[in-house]
């Protein structure tokens, strides 16, 4: 297994610029996560489904969309990016309720907003 | 709102040395407290705790939680230099499915 595999590794956009960070998993996990984390701070939810075709907004949703089409894939849309955004983002995977939410992060992709 | 607070932020010692890390929580329908470890890269889970008072271990870590106290405390003993990260606790929402951090504690081990 693969485990949660994200796609850039790196990446820097100018401002205004769209992009979509890929994330997926290959645990048959139920649910799945976004985070962004900045510099000294912990992991904010930005995003998270609990199965496929069903998404919702976590702590930080603003200048973000995502998509859940099938249940291994959960791309990440940034649509005009914006020097706030400069982070480093996880994708996660969890089974979910009932069996325990000790949730599987992917390695980050560290995104640069010039 | 759903917080968690860690203490101390960071935190420098030598090896050999023992360290417990503090995780305060204020959670509405808790279900469970992890503990993860974040070196270079992506968190990599350490504990879950469910109940009260329960212990676990694993090698030089442990961890327990105190539902009455609504804190957790993890134990390092007899610190290494690959002990060095950030050490997150999360605590996770049962009715909303989230998990909620806090914003770590960064353990340096000096040798």
């Known amino acids: 297994n693969a485990g949660v595999t994200q796609t850039p590794k790196f990446r820097i956009l100018k401002i205004g610029q769209s992009m979509t960070l890929q994330c997926t998993q290959d645990m048959n996990h139920n649910y799945m996560y976004w985070y962004r984390q900045d510099p000294g701070m912990g992991l904010k939810l930005i995003y998270y489904?609990?199965?496929?075709?069903?998404?919702d907004k976590g702590e930080v949703p603003n200048g973000y969309n995502v998509s859940r089409s099938t249940t291994e894939d959960f791309p990440l849309r940034l649509e005009l990016a914006a020097p706030s955004q400069t982070s480093v983002y996880f994708c996660a995977s969890s089974y979910g309720q009932g069996l325990g939410n000790e949730q599987f992060f992917g390695p980050g992709t560290r995104l640069t907003v010039l | 709102e759903d917080k968690v607070v860690q203490s101390p932020l960071s935190l420098v010692v030598h090896e050999g040395d023992t360290v417990t890390l503090n995780c305060s929580y204020e959670v509405t329908n808790f279900r469970s407290l992890l503990w993860y470890k974040q070196e270079k890269k992506a968190p990599t889970f350490l504990f879950m705790l469910t109940s009260s008072g329960i212990e676990k271990k694993s090698g030089r870590l442990s961890s327990i939680l105190d539902k009455k106290e609504l804190f957790s405390i993890l134990n390092i003993t007899a610190t290494q230099t690959g002990d060095s990260a950030v050490y997150l606790c999360a605590v996770e929402n049962g009715g909303s499915e989230k998990l909620v951090f806090g914003k770590g504690t960064k353990l340096t081990v000096n040798p």
């Open positions: 489904s609990v199965g496929a075709g069903i998404t």
